[in-house]
């Protein structure tokens, strides 16, 4: 009799590879040699609030050389032929960035290899070293270690050996869990590896990409462990130790960064040290610095970056490098062009990122060489990319669903005329030219709308208290002014709790009250502050693992930043068992979802025509007639198209391509410069030219404010539809629901769903793609008011017209007709089947169909008495009568 998939693994696989020289440490790192390798935890899925894991990937044996994972191997039956694993271990290889894929029976072997893109039969597996020293050949670093001295020393206890892969960094062991907490990930490895990898191969411009919440300091710092603990770093500069710099842009993140460090002080002595001012040590190893510090100047005009040699660092780290754009950190980088320059980002390649991607994924030209324009150098992708979406499929991260609100003044848009006549009092500054008519992205910007706003904070409180009140969120507003008013207006809402710091506003850094609410805030532990309210302070790299709410009251148009502030909620904390999120947003923001995050939204408010115009000018200082460099300038197509921001040249010069004909608005500004917004009209397949004069920044202009508005919320839409993104209202969900069901049943219609239920598994299919199709119909009963009925009759009656029937009256309309059936039976299998009923009537029919149904009372007692099995004579009669029932609930 051939053997199953188990025993041919014992008794077959395992033998071979163990004659092929692969020993049980090479077999897995965290799990036993003959045990499955799941390497993620399962996507989170949501039905209403409540959250289930689907399986997560796993393979059956993943080799390792030295550490470094290397093949892996799918095992089958042995009656079936070994290529029917193939294409499924393909895919777990593409996931773990393994190039070497086996599939195999326990007689034949077929490896495909992803270097050649090639698969052959094979009469045995290959050993650890000719997997290796195949690696290493076709990635081109054998020169970078000494294969023939590890094809020398087979054996694993060799010495020798084993310090010679101890000098690879890719081959050199991680920081071990008892230091760091926790083991990398699947994805850390390969953005490790990557990393590595293009270190040993010379470049020195690397970006990593990885969204929040999935550990890119982590991960930075495991290659930093590998470099420094093989000597790869120390080869540079032979004669001294090798150093480090970790560049942030706010003092909360380089102190993140130095705790995630602090591994390296394990040994004895700390070689790390934050900066702070003057005066500059020069002793220690690993620096932690913020730009802000970096480029103070003292009384001489010398920036502290500047009392560096510009030799003194190997390894430079730039956090969140989108972030300070082609300013400041460029500067610091070409100061310390001698080291290697490794950015971390957690935003893909955008329009308003392109100069970070520009620099660091273009290094020197010999190397990198671009056809069209050779001094330029060629762009390459970053050393490793993983995307919101894969963290929260692979079950890494939170997921989320999305809630939009607009008021009646975000969906109409506010005519100063108007309300000026409906008796709304407008107070207009001096020096301040009011418009006509205002729109979404400048309320609070331009002017301030009191009445909106309290309008939103009374919805939002009525929201907090039905996803619960001390659930923490953070409320993203336009500026300060706006982030106190939210705050005080939502302790307003809930003074009943008695918490004076219920909601407060984080919106800087300095300051005791903003450190100590921010710590506070981070912390699970801590109930209060509850609500945090802010600017942009806590868009980037703030760790708050307990938030489950992320709300919008601001527009944002750059995609950066708005994966930035989603990303604040995408961490799972099982502390306090929060495993997905909410995103509550006013003002059209989650419009920039993409396919980072998920399938693309189609855009809204998209300007018509083709886009064919072209936009350039300069910027000019208005009182010195000089071109300005570095100015941010950004052009808006409509309420929630913007395009930008992009950056003046030396000669103060910009430009915007691919733009469509109509009226725009041009917005312009610079550090110490008054910003400047323009109207101006883009002609179709033309270039329109501008020259945009700023003056240097004095008192800024107050606001138009307007009060005596009546806001109400004018629409809402709360349920997402996984497979296009969008986001529907009740009764566009109902409408949605109606016409899935009808297309699923076709034109059987009633009747046709009536033979899908009345069948266990013909109803668990339907189920299953009504799921997919992110129609949950225990959300809509309790949204509906209807937890009571049978999810048939909700969905006959969404879908055909059908009157609701309730558990209650189909289990009592069983009693009454099928007395004959129940007859059949004896007592004690009368006894278990209206046992069954009753689950039924209180769980509904997949409650009494769950076999786990048998763990609960009453039939625990009944197993002690005689066994419910038993009593209708085996498995199968027990089967059958269930089957009949559930057939009869639905006659």
Known sequence: ????????????????LEAAGWGSDQVSREHYYRRDVQYTPGRIVLRGDQVRRRTGRKVDYLLRFSGFPIAIVEAKPEAEPPERGLEQVKGYARDLGVPFVYATNGHGIVEYDYFTRQSRELAAFPSPDEAWQRWLTNTGLSEFTDPQRVAEARALYDPQAAEARRRNPLLHPYCPASLTGKEPRYFQEIAVARILERVMRGQKRILLTMATGTGKTFTAFQAVWKLLRSGWLHRRHPDRPA?????????????????????????????????????????????????????????????????????????????????????????????LSAAIHLGMTATPKRTDNVDTYAYFCTDEPEVWVDPDDPAKGKQQPPAYEYSLGQGIEDGFLATYKVHRVRTTVDKEGLHVREVLEAGAEVFVPEAVEAREFYTTPQFEREITLPDRTRAMVDHLAQLLRRFGPMEKAMIFCVDTDHAQLVSRLLNDHFGHLGYDDYAVPIVAEEGEDARRWLRRFQDSDQRTPVIATTAELLSTGVDVPACRTIVFMKTVASPVLFKQIVGRGSRLDPATDKYWFRVVDYTGATRLFDEWDRPPLPPEDAPPGPETGTLEGIVTHAERAIPIQGASVSILLGPNDQRGPIYSDEEGGFRFERLPAGVATLAVSGPGFRRRQMRLEVLEDDVTVVEVLLSEAGEPPGKVKVTGLEVTIADEAVFLIEATGESLSLQEYVDYTRRTVSDLVGVEGVAGLQQAWADPDRRRRFLEVLYRSSVHPEVLAEVMGRGDADTFDLLAHLAFGEPVRTRDERAQAFRNRHQRFLQRYSPGAREVLLALLEKYRVGGVEEMANPQVFRLPPFDQMRQIVGVQQRFGGTDGLRQAMREVQRRLYA
Not at 1 to 16: G, H, S
Not at 276 to 303: C, K, M, N, T
Not at 314 to 320: C, F, G, M, P
């Open 1 to 16: 009799m051939p053997l199953n998939e188990a025993d041919t693994r014992a008794q077959l696989i395992d033998p071979r």
């Open 243 to 335: 150093r480090i710099l970790f560049l942030a842009d706010r003092v909360v993140l380089r102190d993140q960064a130095y705790n995630v460090f602090s591994p390296l002080a394990a040994q004895g002595s700390d070689p790390r040290h934050r900066i702070a001012g003057r005066p500059l040590p020069l002793h220690y190893d690993v620096y932690f610095g913020i730009y802000q510090s970096l480029w103070s100047e003292d009384e001489g005009g010398r920036r502290l970056y500047e009392e560096f040699p510009p030799d003194f660092f190997d390894l430079v780290i730039i956090d969140e490098c989108h972030r300070s754009g082609w300013g400041t950190w460029k500067e610091i980088l070409d100061h």
